[in-house]
């Protein structure tokens, strides 16, 4: 993803603008706390033969981690089917759009405007385009009007 943002076209704009950049890196950050990629190493926990058992993965995930993962698959079912599996090849597994486009089974030099039309796709489900917002879900949970009240503390 960095090497797309610094690199130009012909006419010499950016290969992603700044929004599908930080779009790519909100899923691909998204993607690594939610624990979603294979282990490469060993588990050297001692009790870990011991504690673990087939379906209980989810379980083990920290809050964190499983925040992480509902925002991936919700950023990525923004995206589509078609555009999903660039989205994880390219942002989350940090594939080259040539090795993208060969594990995708994509024409030659497609992969560009492939990774650009899904990118836009992950722009406009976070909301970092800067156009008109209003259709916005709300961020609080009061009804149109509502008001807290203020109470005063009683003397102890």
Request: charged residues 25%; neutral net charge.
């Given at each position: ?7 130009k ?5 950016p290969?992603?603008?700044d ?5 790519g890196?909100?899923?691909?950050i998204?993607?690594e706390r ?5 282990r490469?190493?060993?588990?050297w926990?001692p009790?870990?033969g ?6 209980h993965v989810?379980a ?5 981690a499983?925040?992480a ?8 079912d923004?995206?589509g089917?078609e ?6 090849q390219?942002?989350?597994l940090?594939a080259g759009?040539e090795q ?16 650009g ?6 722009v ?12 916005r879900r709300?961020?609080h949970?009061?009804?149109s009007?509502?008001?807290p ?8």
């Open positions: 993803m960095s090497w797309l943002r610094t690199r076209d012909k006419l010499g704009r290969l992603i603008t929004e599908q950049f930080m779009a890196e909100r899923l691909r998204d993607f939610s624990m979603l990629s294979q490469v190493t060993s588990s926990d009790a870990a011991a504690q673990r058992s087939g379906g989810q083990e995930l920290s809050d964190g499983l925040c993962r509902q925002r991936f698959h919700l950023a990525m923004a995206a089917p555009l999903s599996s660039i989205l994880y390219v942002c989350c940090a759009l993208a486009e060969r594990l995708l089974d994509l024409p030659q030099r497609s992969g560009k405007a492939v990774l039309l899904a990118l836009n796709a992950l406009r489900h976070y909301s970092l385009s800067g156009q008109d917002r209003s259709n709300p961020f949970w009061g009804a009007g509502y008001r009240e203020i109470q005063e503390l009683e003397d102890a």
